[in-house]
Nanobody, 117 residues
């Protein structure tokens, strides 16, 4: 099994920045895509950003130009740098990892991001 542990959430004012980190541990084997989803109260979980093992990235339109995803394959870690945060970015952010196929196989516990206006 693989465990994903997130860190870096918190409370920030609009226009501020946060950096989320997610580290994988456990039965180590090749992890393919990794990324972040978020879920705001009363809304469906949505994909924020993803990155392949070869570092091809994909972003939700709502975060393009503000968020940057990166990964460290040696550490089995993925990061999300969030700049110019807006109140609508407030959500619980979940790290995920794909080992086979295209759907997430593993999830983190979630980290709260709150952006005040």
């Amino acid at each position: 099994q693989v465990q994903l542990v997130e860190s870096g959430g918190g409370l920030v004012q609009a226009g501020g920045s946060l950096r989320l980190s997610c580290a994988a541990s456990g039965s180590m084997f090749r992890l393919n895509a990794m990324g972040w989803y978020r879920q705001a109260p009363g809304k469906q979980r949505e994909l924020v950003a993803s990155i392949t093992r070869g570092s091809t990235t994909n972003y939700a339109d709502s975060v393009k130009g503000r968020f940057t995803i990166a990964r460290d394959n040696a550490k089995n870690a993925v990061y999300l740098q969030m700049n110019s945060l807006k109140p609508e970015d407030t959500a619980v952010y979940y790290c995920y990892a794909v080992s086979r196929g295209y759907s997430p196989d593993y999830w983190g516990q979630g980290t709260q991001v709150t952006v005040s206006s």
